[in-house]
């Protein structure tokens, strides 16, 4: 048994630097997320994001689809209406 007690477990980690790699890591992904959404936040002194951005291309797009798609529901709606009341 002289390997498995040379060998540290995840418990035998300070719990410090488990956090501290997970907090590098969190960064990181939020980067590379960033760079794909061509947002660059905006850091205070502490190093926090400031709330609010533009809207970019693809959301606004989206949005506009589906309120498109919600102006199709209505209007099939209304035409199925239409349709039960003029007895067809």
């Known amino acids: 048994n002289t390997l498995e007690s040379a060998l540290p477990t995840v418990a035998d ?3 410090s630097s488990a ?10 992904r939020v ?3 960033e760079d794909r ?4 936040a905006k850091k205070s002194g502490d190093d926090t994001p400031i709330k609010g951005r533009s ?3 693809g959301e606004a797009a989206a ?3 589906s309120n498109d798609s919600e102006d199709i529901a209505r ?3 209304s035409i199925d209406a ?3 009341l003029a007895g067809d």
């Open 63 to 65: 949005e506009r689809i």
């Open 82 to 84: 239409a349709t039960v």
């Open 31 to 33: 980067q590379v997320l």
């Open 75 to 77: 209007v099939l709606t």
């Open 37 to 40: 959404e061509g947002v660059t």
């Open 19 to 28: 956090q501290e790699e997970e907090i590098v890591r969190l960064k990181e």
């Open 13 to 15: 980690e300070p719990a």
């Open 55 to 57: 809207i970019n291309k």
